[in-house]
T-cell receptor
Framework: AQSVTQLDSQVPVFEEAPVELRCNYSSSVSVYLFWYVQYPNQGLQLLLKYLSGSTLVKGINGFEAEFNKSQTSFHLRKPSVHISDTAEYFCAVIRMNNNDMRFGAGTRLTVKP | EAQVTQNPRYLITVTGKKLTVTCSQNMNHEYMSWYRQDPGLGLRQIYYSMNVEVTDKGDVPEGYKVSRKEKRNFPLILESPSPNQTSLYFC??????????????FGQGTRLTVV
């Protein structure tokens, strides 16, 4: 079985400040890693994913994440946030052997003016 | 266009009245799954299916049934809904493309209220 832990349930930041949303995972098999964003009253949108190759992954809207295998982490970062980044962010893993997907509990990012 | 289609988008029903939420994907994906989203709990997996006629329980299967008679369809059945099943439900499918990429595609969600 695999599990995903998002270490912060809520992250308030001021506009133009940097932000890091933390995600750790555990799994008995190798996994792929994802971040999804959910804007208010909308569905899930893929931000970025790590399948293989460079451990630093760039996604949409200026977000990036770094896969750290030794620490089993996949933290999401943005150097300067905007009001429009206010949303819920979900870290997820897909098991390599069967495509089974599990999510973390989510981090609510609130960007204040 | 690749998509996962859920219906209905909104549903209000009464306790005990059987209902089905449909989910269909057009990407020939083998893997499909259902999740419920509740505040502070994220997306919890209800059931998943690795292929036709292959289904298994996720983390919160109680009160739900699924079937996978065809590859494209994966309906979620609530035989006797209760108020604690009031939630936002998402269907997802995932698979591999020709470049060996994978990601999950999600339906738009079904907001279910059981009174």
């Amino acid at each position: 079985a695999q599990s995903v832990t998002q270490l912060d349930s809520q992250v308030p930041v001021f506009e133009e400040a940097p932000v890091e949303l933390r995600c750790n995972y555990s799994s008995s098999v190798s996994v792929y890693l994802f971040w999804y964003v959910q804007y208010p009253n909308q569905g899930l949108q893929l931000l970025l994913k790590y399948l293989s190759g460079s451990t630093l992954v760039k996604g949409i809207n200026g977000f990036e994440a770094e896969f750290n295998k030794s620490q089993t982490s996949f933290h999401l970062r943005k150097p300067s946030v905007h009001i429009s980044d206010t949303a819920e962010y979900f870290c997820a893993v897909i098991r390599m052997n069967n495509n089974d997907m599990r999510f973390g509990a989510g981090t609510r990012l609130t960007v204040k003016p | 266009e690749a998509q996962v289609t859920q219906n209905p988008r909104y549903l209000i029903t009464v306790t005990g009245k059987k209902l089905t939420v449909t989910c269909s994907q057009n990407m020939n994906h083998e893997y499909m799954s259902w999740y419920r989203q509740d505040p502070g709990l994220g997306l919890r997996q209800i059931y998943y299916s690795m292929n036709v006629e292959v289904t298994d329980k996720g983390d919160v299967p109680e009160g739900y049934k699924v079937s996978r008679k065809e590859k494209r369809n994966f309906p979620l059945i609530l035989e006797s809904p209760s108020p604690n099943q009031t939630s936002l439900y998402f269907c997802a499918s995932s698979g591999w493309d020709s470049r060996m990429n994978t990601e999950a595609f999600f339906g738009q969600g079904t907001r279910l209220t059981v009174v």
